[in-house]
């Protein structure tokens, strides 16, 4: 976000929509309160900077709870921001955000399928997250949030600084998530 004399210019995730100041816009978990161990409300993630990122709200309520899948997969609560006609490069963002939520609360799990109860502190999907870490280079509003998070709030998520860990940590889960990474 900018500033720009007495208003704020804000960039949507998703869409990269601009907007002059924050009307129209909310904040859009992108692991959702809802799968999180303690929920909206009682979860530290919801306010962690690295989570959170301003949103148009129709945008948001268009995702809701779902996990990310390549292609939209409606019938198994699959979300893509490129399929859903948003900014695909944020498919990266969105991958680099989940690893660092399963690292920052490890009672959450990535896993690889389509969707889950949400009882179970689930996203996913693993292999089509590994991809987009690798497909879409890390892009400079990335830095520039990692950068300003870690002077507002004392850590950095890592998988900016170093993509390649996601694969480190997750690539030989089973036979696509190895071939992805290339082991």
């Not at 899948?69 to 969105?94: I, L, Y």
């Not at 179970?120 to 590994?130: E, I, Q, Y």
């Not at 998530?177 to 082991?183: E, F, L, Q, S, V």
Request: aromatic share 8%; proline share 4%.
């Amino acid at each position: 976000p900018g500033i720009s004399g007495n208003k704020y210019s804000v960039t949507a995730f998703y869409s990269g929509t601009e907007r002059n100041g924050t009307s129209g816009m909310n904040r859009e978990h992108v692991w959702p309160a809802s799968r999180t161990v303690g929920g909206r409300g009682n979860d530290p993630l919801e306010d962690d900077i690295h989570m959170i990122r301003p949103t148009v709200v129709a945008e948001n309520q268009n995702r809701g709870n779902s996990f990310y899948v390549e292609g939209m997969n409606t019938e198994h609560d699959g979300w893509d921001p490129k399929a859903a006609h948003m900014d695909e490069t944020f498919r990266g963002d969105a991958a680099r955000i989940i690893f660092y939520c399963a690292i920052a609360d490890t009672r959450l799990r990535i896993i690889d399928s389509n969707s889950d109860n949400m009882n179970n502190h689930t996203m996913g999907k693993l292999s089509d997250l590994l991809k987009w870490n690798l497909q879409y280079a890390i892009a400079q509003r990335e830095n520039i949030r990692n950068n300003g998070a870690e002077s507002l709030q004392g850590n950095r998520n890592p998988f900016i600084d170093h993509p390649e860990y996601a694969c480190r940590i997750w690539g030989s889960t089973n036979s696509t998530t190895r071939n992805i990474c290339g082991m």
